[in-house]
């Protein structure tokens, strides 16, 4: 007969409570859930339509906060969150597990073995799922059945409030206006800011004060750091999100149709000009227009944007009639329009007037810690295109990623984990796992840091690992030399100086090489 294990539900109850008013609550809650119930694992997954976050884990890598679980791919997590109790899974049900890989264990047992899910609800609604998992066989059967259901009721219970808290305090820390449907528009949107980083707080922040304003807004930052990710943002949490959101690549217009493309045209206005066309200011009416590289347009043209942006009165070409639009305008850029201004580039009254709110999105090597995160982003958003079912890091690639100072940011990032995975996924077995040798498509430049960063490490191992005698020679040698020069190199008055027998000094230097 199997023995079975009681939860003392009871002191498991206090244990939660006692921990909810801690700072990082929901953290201390996966710790305490491990214990109970005897997990390796435990992640705390916030439910933000179509997916399943996580907040808070135990015995997960790190890289696991940036996953985002689509729960209509991952089989498990599906059958959790449709289930009314606690569900605990056959060791043998071959459903893809989405941590496999991913529990830390110095083993490196790869596949979790035990699985159990709890689902977060209130009055029906999904709020988010705990699981716990196991690298052992058979860990959750051996609660009973309703000593185990009873314990997880009062887990989902107590995590469901802690959630709820959570949610309130980061809503009345952002000081701003949003009602609960631009919230829950901005969390439906398909583009995310990846990052916990002191820079990457410092934007959400700035990014929630400005949003629902009605303010121009000017998005700085290098080639691939996100502008654009910013800028839907920054839609997608204004008043006006159910309104369009109008791109407008100034880098790919031709000065010789800019002005039409910006304000449309009449039929006759210009050859080819075949009949009526509406410019992207009139098609973002009530919206947003988003003015991308706006570094990049002609003079000419942005004497006629400046009107347009100052009284909300275009004309199409070839037509005499003002047209009024009512548009939020963000305009991004990686140049210094500030010396642009100052070259003559620029014209600088459409300068001021754009960057009513600058918004700085800062480069990736500014924040490095956030690249696990978004390594476990990238991970997860391709590895349902590429067909592979757990994807895991080799230990000795996220050093390797740390020390790039990644000049292309974000993309490039991006591009590399998709690159890695491609190669990675050709390797036959269940759990993909990222080598070091996957990314040997790396740019020059990334081969040229890594070497140097070798060769110093080798160096300075070199240097600790030298045999002590000799160091010791060294010293004696560099000091018997700064004495000797001091004395006006006379070996006599170089013992004086050194309070060392004169005979002494002699073999010793002779020893040394210094004779």
């Given at each position: 007969?199997?023995?079975?294990?009681?939860?003392?539900?009871?002191?498991?109850?206090?244990?939660?409570?006692?921990?909810?008013?801690?700072?990082?609550?929901?953290?201390?809650?996966?710790?305490?859930?491990?214990?109970?119930?005897?997990?390796?694992?435990?992640?705390?997954?916030?439910?933000?339509?179509?997916?399943?976050?996580?907040?808070?884990?135990?015995?997960?890598?790190?890289?696991?906060?940036?996953?985002?679980?689509?729960?209509?791919?991952?089989?498990?997590?599906?059958?959790?969150?449709?289930?009314?109790?606690?569900?605990?899974?056959?060791?043998?049900?071959?459903?893809?597990?989405?941590?496999?890989?991913?529990?830390?264990?110095?083993?490196?047992?790869?596949?979790?073995?035990?699985?159990?899910?709890?689902?977060?609800?209130?009055?029906?609604?999904?709020?988010?799922?705990?699981?716990l998992d196991s690298l052992n066989l058979g860990v959750f059967k051996?609660?009973?059945?309703?000593?185990?259901?009873?314990?997880?009721?009062?887990?989902?219970?107590?995590?469901?409030?802690?959630?709820?808290?959570?949610?309130?305090?980061?809503?009345?820390?952002?000081?701003?206006?949003?009602?609960?449907?631009?919230?829950?528009?901005?969390?439906?949107?398909?583009?995310?800011?990846?990052?916990?980083?002191?820079?990457?707080?410092?934007?959400?922040?700035?990014?929630?004060?400005?949003?629902?304003?009605?303010?121009?807004?000017?998005?700085?930052?290098?080639?691939?750091?996100?502008?654009?990710?910013?800028?839907?943002?920054?839609?997608?949490?204004?008043?006006?999100?159910?309104?369009?959101?109008?791109?407008?690549?100034?880098?790919?217009?031709?000065?010789?149709?800019?002005?039409?493309?910006?304000?449309?045209?009449?039929?006759?206005?210009?050859?080819?000009?075949?009949?009526?066309?509406?410019?992207?200011?009139?098609?973002?009416?009530?919206?947003?227009?988003?003015?991308?590289?706006?570094?990049?347009?002609?003079?000419?043209?942005?004497?006629?944007?400046?009107?347009?942006?100052?009284?909300?009165?275009?004309?199409?070409?070839?037509?005499?009639?003002?047209?009024?639009?009512?548009?939020?305008?963000?305009?991004?850029?990686?140049?210094?329009?500030?010396?642009?201004?100052?070259?003559?580039?620029?014209?600088?009254?459409?300068?001021?007037?754009?960057?009513?709110?600058?918004?700085?999105?800062?480069?990736?090597?500014?924040?490095?810690?956030?690249?696990?995160?978004?390594?476990?982003?990238?991970?997860?958003?391709?590895?349902?295109?590429?067909?592979?079912?757990?994807?895991?890091?080799?230990?000795?690639?996220?050093?390797?990623?740390?020390?790039?100072?990644?000049?292309?940011?974000?993309?490039?990032?991006?591009?590399?984990?998709?690159?890695?995975?491609?190669?990675?996924?050709?390797?036959?077995?269940?759990?993909?796992?990222?080598?070091?040798?996957?990314?040997?498509?790396?740019?020059?430049?990334?081969?040229?840091?890594?070497?140097?960063?070798?060769?110093?490490?080798?160096?300075?191992?070199?240097?600790?690992?030298?045999?002590?005698?000799?160091?010791?020679?060294?010293?004696?040698?560099?000091?018997?030399?700064?004495?000797?020069?001091?004395?006006?190199?006379?070996?006599?008055?170089?013992?004086?100086?050194?309070?060392?027998?004169?005979?002494?000094?002699?073999?010793?230097?002779?020893?040394?090489?210094?004779?």
């Amino acid at each position: 007969m199997t023995k079975t294990y009681a939860i003392d539900t009871e002191e498991l109850c206090l244990k939660l409570l006692e921990a909810i008013g801690e700072d990082d609550c929901l953290s201390a809650f996966t710790e305490i859930i491990a214990q109970y119930f005897d997990a390796d694992a435990v992640s705390i997954l916030e439910y933000k339509a179509p997916k399943l976050q996580p907040v808070a884990l135990f015995g997960l890598s790190k890289e696991t906060f940036g996953r985002r679980l689509d729960i209509a791919d991952n089989p498990r997590l599906s059958a959790i969150v449709y289930g009314d109790q606690a569900t605990i899974f056959n060791d043998d049900v071959g459903l893809p597990d989405p941590f496999d890989g991913l529990i830390q264990d110095k083993q490196e047992r790869l596949h979790v073995h035990s699985c159990c899910g709890i689902p977060i609800k209130s009055h029906g609604k999904l709020h988010g799922v705990i699981t716990l998992d196991s690298l052992n066989l058979g860990v959750f059967k051996k609660f009973p059945k309703d000593n185990f259901n009873a314990a997880a009721f009062i887990v989902a219970k107590i995590v469901l409030q802690a959630l709820k808290n959570h949610n309130l305090n980061e809503q009345l820390s952002n000081k701003t206006l949003l009602n609960q449907t631009l919230i829950e528009n901005s969390l439906r949107s398909s583009h995310e800011i990846i990052g916990q980083s002191a820079p990457m707080q410092h934007l959400k922040q700035e990014i929630e004060i400005v949003a629902p304003s009605s303010l121009s807004v000017l998005v700085t930052g290098e080639t691939g750091v996100g502008k654009e990710v910013v800028v839907r943002t920054i839609h997608s949490s204004s008043k006006v999100f159910n309104k369009p959101l109008i791109y407008v690549n100034c880098a790919a217009l031709p000065e010789s149709i800019a002005e039409s493309e910006l304000f449309g045209h009449v039929k006759g206005a210009f050859t080819g000009a075949s009949s009526n066309r509406s410019g992207k200011f009139e098609l973002a009416d009530g919206g947003t227009l988003f003015l991308d590289e706006i570094g990049e347009l002609p003079l000419s043209i942005q004497a006629k944007l400046l009107r347009a942006i100052q009284n909300g009165d275009i004309q199409r070409v070839g037509s005499d009639k003002h047209i009024q639009v009512d548009v939020r305008l963000v305009a991004a850029t990686n140049r210094d329009l500030q010396a642009e201004v100052q070259q003559g580039k620029f014209r600088e009254d459409l300068y001021h007037r754009l960057s009513v709110y600058p918004v700085n999105v800062p480069p990736l090597r500014e924040r490095s810690g956030d690249i696990e995160l978004l390594v476990g982003y990238f991970i997860e958003n391709n590895r349902i295109k590429l067909g592979l079912q757990s994807v895991r890091l080799d230990p000795r690639l996220m050093p390797i990623l740390l020390k790039y100072s990644w000049p292309g940011n974000v993309r490039e990032l991006e591009h590399i984990i998709s690159r890695a995975m491609l190669r990675a996924g050709t390797r036959p077995g269940r759990i993909t796992t990222l080598m070091p040798s996957d990314i040997d498509s790396i740019s020059d430049d990334m081969k040229v840091s890594l070497n140097l960063n070798n060769n110093k490490l080798s160096a300075e191992v070199s240097e600790i690992t030298k045999d002590f005698s000799e160091m010791v020679d060294d010293y004696k040698r560099n000091l018997i030399m700064s004495a000797f020069k001091l004395s006006q190199r006379n070996w006599n008055k170089t013992a004086q100086l050194l309070n060392v027998d004169k005979s002494n000094i002699h073999r010793l230097g002779k020893r040394l090489g210094l004779k």
